[in-house]
C-alpha cells in the first residue's frame, strides 16, 4: 500500500527526533493536532527520515507531495494507534530480523562503523531505528488481527486472477504459461492482500470521518474530517 508501504503495509510510528535548521537551531511546531494529540514538525521530519532509511533514498529528495503523503501516514498511525492499543511488546528477535533486511539496503552497512554513518546521515539512531521498527511490526499485527479474519478467497476469485490477469500478462511478456495448481497459493494470497489494504483504507476513512484533526494550513488553522 501506500497506506501500508512495506506491507507493507508501511505502518510506520514516530518517536521524538528535532528538526534542525540554519546553524543548528532547532525549531519546531505543530504540523497536525488530531484528536487532541499534537504532531510536532519533528514528528514528520523523523517519519521523513525513516521511510527514507527504509528505500535507502535521501529525505531531501522527496517531493512537496511525498513530503504531504508521509504526514497523512503519521495522522493515520495516530488514529489506528487509538483504536488498537498493544497488550505487549514486539519480540526482541523481530525487530532484529527486521534491522538485518534493513541493513541489507545500504551497502556502506556491511561494517558496524558503516552502519552507525549511515543511520547519522539519516538522524537516526539505532534505539530509535529499533524502536519505530518495533511499533511498526505491532501496529500491523494488531491491524491484522482485526481485519483478516472478515477476509475470504474462494477458489473463483483466483481462477478468474488466473485467467483475466496472470495469463494475459505472461502472454505479453513471452513468458511461459504456468498451470494454475502452481501459482494457486500465491494468488490468493496476493488477492487477501489486496482485500486488506481495502479494507484497511475503507477503516481509515471512517476514522478520519469521526475525528477532529487541525493542521495549521487548513482554514483557519483548523480541519475537521
Known amino acids: 500500500m501506500k497506506v501500508w508501504k512495506h506491507c507493507g503495509f508501511s505502518f510506520l510510528l514516530c518517536a521524538a527526533l528535532a528538526a534542525r535548521a540554519g546553524a543548528g537551531q532547532i525549531v519546531d511546531r505543530m504540523v497536525a493536532n488530531v484528536n487532541g494529540h499534537v504532531l510536532l514538525q519533528s514528528d514528520w521530519e523523523e517519519e521523513l527520515a525513516f521511510e527514507a532509511f527504509l ?12 513530503r504531504k503523503a508521509a504526514l497523512d501516514r503519521l495522522i493515520d498511525q495516530e488514529l489506528l494507534r487509538e483504536e488498537v492499543r498493544p497488550s505487549e511488546d514486539t519480540p526482541a528477535e523481530q525487530i532484529a530480523a527486521r534491522v538485518t533486511e534493513v541493513r541489507k539496503l545500504h551497502t556502506e552497512a556491511v561494517t558496524d562503523d558503516g552502519w552507525r554513518g549511515a543511520l547519522q546521515r539519516y538522524g537516526l539512531t539505532q534505539t530509535v531505528l529499533e524502536k519505530r521498527l518495533g511499533q511498526s511490526i505491532q501496529l500491523m499485527r494488531l491491524v491484522e ?11 473463483k476469485a483466483v481462477e478468474s486472477y488466473y485467467q483475466e490477469q496472470l495469463l ?58
Do not use: C, M, Y
Not at 529525505?59 to 507531495?65: K, M, T, Y
Not at 488481527?145 to 477458489?155: F, G, K, M, T
Not at 484533526?213 to 474530517?225: F, H, L, N, V, Y
Open 145 to 155: 488481527a482485526r481485519l483478516r479474519p472478515s477476509i475470504q478467497i474462494d477458489q
Open 168 to 225: 494475459p500478462e505472461l502472454k505479453k511478456a513471452g513468458s511461459r504459461e504456468v498451470a494454475l495448481p502452481e501459482v494457486f497459493g500465491r494468488i490468493r494470497d496476493l488477492l487477501a492482500e489486496q482485500r486488506l489494504n481495502q479494507l484497511l483504507h475503507g477503516w481509515l476513512a471512517s476514522l478520519r470521518s469521526a475525528s477532529r484533526i487541525q493542521t495549521p494550513a487548513s482554514s483557519g488553522g483548523d480541519q475537521t474530517r
Open 55 to 66: 528505500d535507502a533514498r535521501s529525505p531531501d529528495a522527496f517531493a512537496p507531495e511525498e
